[in-house]
């Protein structure tokens, strides 16, 4: 766009432009070597699936095939957990500590030196903006293995008055929003802890899972120690369902979380879920509002909405409801939605086509039941899953769109009138993972996050990850902490000394 | 002249007051008529739990350690009845003791438990403990007492409030102890206690609703069902022990909260 203004001092400047358009910067490609086919990583090396079973992933801003991949059956899994199961008994488990956390510092330091391939990869194969995969979801999940490495041998520092020892093998099942950052979520803390692991990324993303076998070959992890099988959801099952596994952890839908709780009731294995939520963001009267629309655009916009701690329900207090939402509704028409691996993009495509009707069906019950609905203006590419980012104003508590997690860019604006009611609003969910605070005054803040119903609460900033603090849900967002000490609890057993 | 005993009637224990059972129902059991409590006892025993929640996480730390010691003044007071009620003094102490114990943990747990991150970037950043709700408890059989007391200590010191569903086999040993809490200053509804059939209630105490955690240190054939239950909706799940005394009991029933703030001028 370079519609222009009659210049209004003089007449020996150039014309100044109404806009600027950005010029297209899109990162290279070519960095990343994706392979027709990829197997299971078994034992230390990749397999063809004993199913005979594939299938294929997308790009999903172009909807275009990137490769074939397999889809592991009940056998596959066995092996897998077999492997694990001989390299914990092997290996891992008789490797001092301290030679365990080299091993973990190893694939940190692998995973700095691979983060632009690593980026690019989780781009192509997510959808989601270059910017996020490489300012947020590379550094921190090396950040992860680093941190966890250095637990390795302290661990009878992290429990007062208990032993602590591995649990044995873990499965654990990650989705497609994070997967590089999910998988590191997964692995760095269980092998600290001792534990061999297998992992089964989500159906949609796991190419970084399969490039992370080639990290794990090349610092020497011994083999078995990590696994990796892929394949939907039955193969998740398959892994749930596995007796030789002694520990679930899965992040995922408070669906999938709970039909797992059943799967494994009665067997005595362990379990930690990471599941859904619908996090309220609370905006007061007295808060900075530049600061905040910043925030509750990084809240609800950050990765298309694909966050489980995801701002999706903004609260704003009744008096600066409308310039709150003036605010938002302009700076949201400076979002640049496209493609993905643009490093000016700051909304990507959505993960898959399943993904992109749960989130137009949801949307539209929003239309259906009267909430008013605003998208900016953005040309969306014609081809791949792509989905404006969106706001609803006039939203009910009763509305679907202000009860589900939509897991999309799409946010509810609700008002409020005193801190009580905002309270009372915010915890009418049956989730409770996360939540945000903004106002300028400290005692308020205080008393919100404590009586706020969440298990991370964000005060005057909003989705902010590091691997030294513990994440994880209050209610039906599970149980369990990732991340920070809390995080090692899940697998390890804590013997009386 | 013998002097004929005043005996006494074992009811429930719910919401600080002794109602029988709503169903009119009673069992005979250790020699007693003993209260047979209904599912719709139990939903008001959760009801009453879950409003009593506020009151008892909002109070500070110092006041529920000192609740908790003051139910260990009221057991030592009524040893001799307790003792009647379980395998002897021998057991009596050790519950006491388990008692004071706990007592002792409740404004100590955010420093042993919580913990200041060290984040990488300008944010303040802590995690505190947190109660998780209304735990629900089904007691062990043995040891009676101690085995009540070691499951209601850690939930109860937490924060929690809880429905307890006592033994089958030994319920009086619940009634005296519901006795003790009663005026110990327990503020009435953080501490309920269900006599009756283990079997007819503890279904509808794993899949309510309203109850966010389960110990289930009591059950036994029907442990997997009851957690099958309590994944309707994502219950903190544990099959206690019955005489464990360890701060991870308490952790068992707290959540951990992660607060970030920026830091800057």
Partial sequence: MTETKTPARGADRAPIPASWDYAPAPEARDIVKIADRYGLFIGGKLVEPLSRQRYTTLDPSREEPLAEIAQAGKADVAKAVRAARDAYTKTWSKLRPSERAKYLFRIARILQERSRELAVLESLNGGKPIRESRDVDLPLAAAHFFYYAGWADKLEYAFPGRTPRPIGVAGQIIPWNFPLLMLAWKIAPA?????????????????????????????????????????????????????????????????????????????????????????????????????????????????????????????????????????????????????????????????????????????????????????????????????????????????????????????????????????????????????????????????????????????????????????GGYKESGFGREGGLHGLEPYLRLEPR | MRRVQVRKTHKLFIGGAFPRSESGRTLVVEGANVARASRKDLRDAVRIARQAGAGWSGATAYNRGQVLYRLAEMMEA??????????????????????????????????????????????????????????????????????????????????????????????????????????????PGVVNILTGLRGELAPWLAGHMDVAGLDLAGADGDAAELERLGAENVKRIVRGKADEQSPYEIAAFLELKTVWHPVGF
């Avoid at chain 2, 408890?137 to 850690?154: F, N």
Wanted: some cysteine; overall charge negative; hydrophobic content about 45%.
């Fill in chain 1, 191 to 471: 092998l600290a802890a001792g534990n061999t692991v297998v992992l089964k990324p989500a159906e949609t993303t796991p190419l970084t899972a399969l490039v992370f076998c080639d990290v794990v070959r090349q610092a020497e992890l011994p083999p078995g120690v990590v696994n990796v099988v892929t394949g939907d959801g039955r193969t998740g099952a398959e892994l749930v369902a596995s007796d030789g596994v002694d520990k679930i952890a899965f992040t995922g839908s408070t669906e999938v979380g709970k039909a797992i709780q059943r799967a494994v009731a009665g067997s005595g294995k362990r379990l930690t879920l990471e599941l859904g939520g619908k996090a309220a963001n609370i905006v007061f009267d007295d808060a900075p509002l530049d600061q905040a629309v910043e925030g509750i655009v990084n809240g609800i916009y950050f990765n298309q909405g694909h966050v489980c701690c995801a701002g999706s329900r903004l609260f704003v207090q009744e008096s600066i409801a409308d310039a709150v939402i003036t605010k938002l509704k302009r700076r949201m028409s400076t979002l640049r939605v496209g493609d993905p691996l643009d490093k000016n993009t700051d909304v990507g495509a959505i993960n898959s086509k399943t993904q992109l009707d749960k989130i137009r069906a949801l949307v539209e019950s929003g239309v259906a039941e009267g909430a008013e609905i605003y998208q900016p203006p953005c040309r969306l590419p014609e081809r791949g899953y792509w989905f404006a980012p969106t706001v609803f104003t006039n939203v009910a508590q009763s509305y679907r769109i202000a009860q589900e997690e939509i897991f999309g860019p799409v946010l509810s604006v609700l008002t409020f009138r005193t801190p009580e009611e905002a309270v009372e609003k915010a915890n009418n969910t049956p989730y409770g993972l996360s939540a945000g605070v903004w106002t300028e005054k400290g005692s308020r803040i205080l008393a919100m996050a404590a009586r706020l119903r969440a298990g991370v609460v964000w005060a005057n900033t909003y989705n902010r990850f590091d691997p030294a603090s513990p994440f």
């Fill in chain 2, 78 to 187: 009524r040893r001799g009845a307790l003792a009647a009620a379980c395998r002897g003094k021998d057991e009596v102490d050790r519950a006491i003791d388990r008692v004071v114990w706990y007592a002792g943990w409740a404004d100590k747990l955010a420093q042993v438990i919580g913990s200041a991150n060290a984040v990488a970037g300008p944010y303040f950043n802590f995690t505190v403990p947190e109660p998780t709700g209304v735990v629900g408890i089904v007691a062990p059989a043995e040891p009676a007492l101690l085995g009540l007391v070691s499951r209601l200590a850690p939930p109860l010191v937490g924060g929690n409030t809880v429905v307890v569903i006592a033994s089958d086999a030994h319920p009086i040993a619940a009634v005296e102890l519901a006795e003790c809490v009663a005026t110990a200053d327990v503020p």
